[in-house]
């Protein structure tokens, strides 16, 4: 329940440029109003605490098998060939997207966001096994489905956190030719922009790559829009 403009003590000093802010996992409601009581608001048909005490107990109560000597062996939980290569897929198609907008912030958020969707996908199995849904010795393709959709959720509100802590950490030329560009506009036009607000060519080309994807997007080679 941070507050959006406290993000920025949190991103202080190198803490944003060092892999720290990637690490976390951000909710961000779409709907962010503030809501009425409601008298006729419905409680659930269930006891979900009891639910949710039950399948986290379950959980929690794994006792994994031991050797002679009283260590812990490990019990794997395999990939099925097909949801393996569904994961590969994925991470493939999610290079090619870093690799092709070059910023260095989404490969951040990218690269930390690959071995939580691993992790994900361990989760969900072991969830769906303490449901009584499905066994866990093996994660399906459609858990990778889901664990994909998971992760590309938390890559979005990644991305709109570092909006958000960018936006604080601008200069006053950089607000200005924020201020300044269109919703839409070609290198040619926001290099004019930038110069009239005090900001060289190549400052606004460098300014340009390294917060696409942030604060903006390229619609098509020397095009973009504003985020």
């Known amino acids: ?35 009425k009581w409601n008298s006729e608001r419905k409680s659930p048909s269930f006891d979900i605490l009891s639910a949710w005490r039950e399948i986290v107990g379950k959980l929690t109560g794994i006792v994994p098998a031991a050797d002679s000597g ?32 070059g910023s260095d912030t989404l490969t951040a958020i990218a690269s930390k966001l690959e071995i939580y969707a691993v992790r994900f996908c361990l989760l969900l199995a072991l969830s769906d096994w303490a449901c009584g849904a499905k ?10 489905d889901r664990a ?13 956190v570092q909006g958000i802590i960018g936006e604080d950490a601008l200069t006053d030329v950089q607000l200005a030719v924020m201020s300044e560009l269109p919703a839409t506009f070609t290198t040619a036009e926001g290099v004019a922009i930038a110069g009239k607000c005090g900001m060289a060519e190549r400052t606004f080309k460098k300014f340009l790559r390294d917060r696409r994807g942030v604060f903006f997007t390229r619609d098509a080679y020397g095009s973009y829009s504003k985020l």
Request: hydrophobic letters at 35%; proline letters at 6%; glycine letters at 4%.
């Open 70 to 101: 009283g260590d812990i062996m490990p019990e794997g939980v395999p990939f099925s060939p097909d949801a393996l290569q569904r994961l590969y897929s994925w991470q493939n198609e999610s290079t090619e997207r870093c690799n092709a907008e």
């Open 135 to 144: 066994k866990k010795k093996a994660i399906e393709a459609a858990t990778v």
């Open 1 to 35: 329940t941070i507050q959006p403009k406290v993000l920025s003590e949190l991103a202080a000093g190198n803490r944003n440029s060092n892999g720290f802010t990637e690490r976390f996992l951000y909710v961000v409601p779409d709907d962010q109003t503030k809501a």
């Open 148 to 160: 994909i959709r998971l992760t590309e959720y938390f890559r979005v509100t990644a991305t709109r």
